[in-house]
């Protein structure tokens, strides 16, 4: 059974960076695809960035040009560089990969624990 485990997100001033990272729990078990969601109370989840196989990637509107997802080249990884942020993006993000390891039928779906980003003004 695989497990994303995050890191690094924490309180930042207006205007900084942060960088998060998701990583399987073992390095057997590969990336696939994977996507950086946000949450506030009260919200639904929202899908920040998504990066493709082939390294094709997606971003909502609201942090173009701000943000870069990206994965190591062993795709044990991926991380979100936040860069530019507002206190509009404080909330707490979750990975989502779709993880294969070797001899599995195909790729099964996982979450991470979720790491809170604060933003102060």
């Known amino acids: 059974q695989a497990q994303l485990v995050e890191s690094g997100g924490g309180l930042v001033q207006a205007g900084g960076s942060l960088r998060l990272s998701c990583a399987t729990s073992e390095s057997s078990f590969k990336i696939m695809a994977a996507g950086w969601h946000r949450q506030t109370p009260g919200n639904e989840r929202e899908l920040v960035a998504h990066i493709t196989l082939s390294g094709t990637t997606t971003y909502a509107d609201s942090v173009k040009g701000r943000f870069v997802i990206s994965t190591d080249n062993a795709k044990n990884t991926v991380f979100l560089q936040m860069n530019s942020l507002k206190p509009v993006d404080t909330a707490v993000y979750y990975c989502?990969?779709?993880?294969?390891?070797?001899?599995?039928?195909?790729?099964?779906?996982?979450w991470g624990q979720g790491t809170q980003v604060t933003v102060s003004s």
């Open positions: 989502n990969a779709s993880v294969y390891r070797y001899l599995w039928s195909r790729p099964l779906d996982y």
